[in-house]
């Protein structure tokens, strides 16, 4: 018997209106849709009803100053807190994940625990954690600080982060509910493990009061690509959402991220890979040209050149001419991948400043591919099949019309290539995913222990 096709996986990367940087200025756009709840409500059932694997939901914790010279006046990019967004998006979905990101550095692992395996248990299995670090100025100020603690060190405390989350997550075995009206027991102690955990960075000694996630764990999801982000990934990450230009960096991202995985003992499964796209499809080259030129020209320069500033670390261009090259950038603390992506895509293609954010305005340094179905369809399977991806964030340049473009027109077309599932067959995000179900420490054989590794012990 032939083996089944192995199928592409698709994330709804769900931002405002629109991925574009202009979105909100298109004429068929309704601006007001980034602040109003139906708007995402409408755009998960799209999701699912098109079998997306999930939703995702990006974030950060602070609202940008303008760089020097610039007016705050462009579209927030998001509005809503996004794990009580998820919660409620939950009540109108039944099968499509819900992903969110979540800073381990301005939060403590203990609510984050919380939150997830509540938004687990709500959504029958479904949650995702989006684990980021947080890259910038603006956010730590917000959080008593000065600036940004170093990319190594906020790396460092994620990697023990996610050891206490995991542990808290343990803190109940499956099924503890007894409910013995007559014995006087609501639970069973015996599967109740109080974490005893003290780090390099946290000490947290007790136990979820929330039951062990549906999922055991919710998946747990990474976005770094530099060094100290693959190294996390590979650790701890099931799902790596990734920005890359070429098939060539791509494919040398996916190999680099899958080599690391054996010296945590995991095998390359465990983890998928979705690069984020951004398709603008017509039904002609022609007309797919034309929706792209047409989201181009509503760029107001001021907040193009805002953005480009905003991903380097607010970098001041004000000194140099929009039409000279890109000047020499200082090292970063904040996201080193995304600064070599722009420096290298500038570099690679002598883009001007101007031209350089007029790139990056569709995506933010993701794909951008216009075109027919048919050729937005060509390029994902050429990606998927030649060892570049697992899969893709799609991020639709307009919302909802982008998104609803791509479930009605690619998506059939990935289908009829036996690329992607014409119906769900699991009911969590896991088994979307192809992902196992992590088992309580309690039912696997004893290993030895490390000092990062949370200690469990019994009520």
Not at 218 to 224: D, F, K, S, T
Not at 437 to 447: D, E, K, M
């Amino acid at each position: 018997m032939a083996k089944p096709r192995k199928q592409l996986h698709l994330g709804a990367f769900l931002q405002g209106v629109g991925h574009h940087l202009a979105a909100w200025k298109h004429p068929d756009v309704n601006p007001s849709g980034a602040v109003r709840l139906d708007h995402f409500k409408h755009l998960a059932r799209i999701a699912e009803a098109a079998k997306f694997d999930a939703v995702f939901f990006a974030d950060n914790v602070g609202l940008p100053a303008a760089p020097p010279g610039v007016q705050t006046k462009g579209a927030l990019p998001y509005y809503f807190e996004p794990l009580l967004l998820l919660a409620t998006l939950a009540g109108v979905t039944e099968r499509i994940g819900l992903v969110a990101t979540v800073s381990s550095t301005y939060l403590p692992p203990y609510h984050l625990a919380r939150k997830f395996a509540t938004l687990d248990q709500i959504s029958e299995g479904r949650s995702g954690w989006n684990l980021v670090t947080s890259g910038s100025d603006f956010e730590a100020k917000n959080f008593g600080l000065d600036q940004q603690i170093t990319h190594a060190t906020r790396y460092e405390r994620a990697r023990e982060y996610v050891d206490v989350v995991k542990g808290l997550w343990d803190s109940w075995e499956d099924e503890p509910y007894l409910f013995d009206k007559a014995g006087g027991q609501f639970f069973d102690p015996a599967k109740l493990h109080r974490l005893a955990h003290r780090g390099a960075h946290y000490a947290v000694h007790g136990a979820l009061q929330t039951e062990r996630p549906v999922q055991g764990y919710p998946v747990l999801v990474q976005a770094g690509s530099s060094d100290d982000g693959q190294d996390l990934a590979a650790a701890t990450a099931e799902l790596v959402f990734t920005a890359q230009q070429t098939v060539e960096d791509a494919r040398a991202f996916y190999s680099s991220l899958k080599s690391r995985l054996p010296q945590y003992g995991r095998d390359a499964d465990s983890i998928k890979v979705l690069p984020g796209i951004s398709p603008i499809i017509g039904q002609s080259e022609q007309e797919a040209q034309e929706k792209y030129e047409q989201l181009q020209a509503l760029i107001d320069p001021a907040i193009g050149l805002g953005l480009l500033s905003g991903f380097l670390g607010g970098f001041d261009f004000s000194p140099y001419p929009l039409d000279g090259p890109l000047p020499s950038l200082p090292p970063t603390e904040g996201w080193q991948s995304r600064q070599d992506l722009f420096v290298n895509l500038a570099r690679r293609e002598n883009l001007s400043i101007r031209q350089l954010y007029q790139r990056i305005a569709s995506a933010r340094g993701h794909l951008t591919v216009v075109g027919t179905p048919k050729r937005i369809a060509d390029q994902m399977e050429h990606w998927f099949t030649t060892g570049a991806a697992d899969g893709f964030n799609v991020m639709a340049p307009t919302l909802p019309h982008g998104l609803t473009e791509f479930a009605q027109q690619v998506i059939p077309e990935l289908q009829r290539r036996g690329l992607f599932r014409t119906e769900y067959t699991g009911k969590t995000l896991r088994e979307h995913l192809g992902l196992s179900r992590p088992a309580h420490p309690s039912q696997i054989l004893p290993s030895p222990r490390t000092e990062s590794t949370p200690a469990l012990v019994d009520a």
